[in-house]
């Protein structure tokens, strides 16, 4: 997982951990720390002003390509937890995010996502100037 090189523009998403969350034990579904991470995906791209549903309405989807996840440590039934979001890289075609999900200052989850846009095809596609130059 590439570190954050712009500590500066990540945002950091507040997550309390309910008890739909966890398994019978009180542990965190480990398929729920994914969501978790889209939800603070998409509050990112929401505060540096990308529109999706104007995206979609102009026929653009984000589609995630490819996830690299580590499990660090177990996230508990009540936790309060912080979402870090961060741009790794971005192309012409990509845009990779590194996230790290945290209880206090103990990082229990870390991703790298790669997301593409498609077309109202379905049919990769660059991504539009303007979204590169938010990010």
């Known amino acids: 997982m590439t570190e954050n090189p712009i500590k500066h523009r990540t945002h950091v998403f ?7 969350d966890t398994d019978m034990g009180g ?16 509050e990112y791209v929401r505060q540096l002003g990308n529109d ?5 309405d102009a026929g653009i989807v984000w589609v995630v ?10 996230a508990k039934f009540d936790d309060e ?23 206090g200052e103990v990082e229990i989850f870390r991703a790298t996502v790669t997301a593409v846009c498609m077309n109202a095809q379905g049919k990769p596609m660059r991504l539009p100037a303007e979204i590169r130059a938010l990010m």
């Open 14 to 20: 507040p997550i309390r951990v309910y008890y739909e």
């Open 81 to 103: 937890l912080t979402v870090e979001t961060w741009v790794v890289s971005i192309s012409g075609v990509r845009l990779s995010m590194g996230q790290v999900i945290k209880r």
């Open 65 to 74: 390509r490819r996830i690299e996840a580590d499990y660090l440590a177990a």
């Open 27 to 42: 542990v965190v579904y480990h398929a729920n720390y994914l969501k978790f991470i889209e939800r603070a995906r998409s």
């Open 52 to 56: 999706q549903n104007a995206m979609r």
